[in-house]
C-alpha cells in the first residue's frame, strides 16, 4: 500500500498550492479520503473529507470556502486544492484512507506547505 503526497512547498499570503495524492495497492474507490494537517507543536487535525463516491464532503471550519477537496477513481487520486492560504496553513499536510464499511486506514507520510513572506 502506498499514499503519496505531492504538491508542497513554499508560498506566499494570498497564494495558492494543488497537493495530490497518489495511491496504490488498495481499492480506492472503497475508500473515504481525507486530507489532515499538522502543525508544529499542534496536533493533527481533520482538514477535509470526501467519501468513496464522491458523494459527501466536509471541510473544517478553517478551511471552507478556501480549500477544495476532489477526488479521482479512475486516477486513484485524490486532491487538495488550497486558495487564499493564510500562514496558519503553514503545516504538514497528511493524505488519509479509511474503508467505508471495514475501516482498514493508511496514511501518507506527509508534504510539507509553508505560506509564508
Known amino acids: 500500500v502506498q499514499l503519496v503526497e505531492s504538491g508542497g512547498g513554499l508560498v506566499q499570503p494570498g497564494g495558492s498550492l494543488r497537493l495530490s495524492c497518489a495511491t496504490s495497492?488498495?481499492?480506492?474507490?472503497?475508500?473515504?479520503m481525507s486530507w489532515y494537517r499538522q502543525a508544529p507543536g499542534k496536533e493533527r487535525e481533520l482538514v477535509a473529507g470526501?467519501?468513496?463516491?464522491?458523494?459527501?464532503?466536509n471541510y473544517a471550519d478553517s478551511v471552507k470556502g478556501r480549500f477544495t477537496i476532489a477526488r479521482d477513481n479512475a486516477k486513484n487520486t485524490v486532491y487538495l486544492q488550497m486558495n487564499s492560504l493564510k500562514p496558519e496553513d503553514t503545516a504538514v499536510y497528511y493524505c488519509?484512507?479509511?474503508?467505508?464499511?471495514?475501516?482498514?486506514?493508511?496514511w501518507g507520510k506527509g508534504t510539507l506547505v509553508t505560506v509564508s513572506s
Open positions: 488519509y484512507a479509511r474503508h467505508r464499511v471495514y475501516g482498514m486506514d493508511y
Open positions: 495497492g488498495f481499492t480506492f474507490s472503497s475508500y473515504v
Open positions: 470526501i467519501t468513496s463516491d464522491g458523494g459527501s464532503i
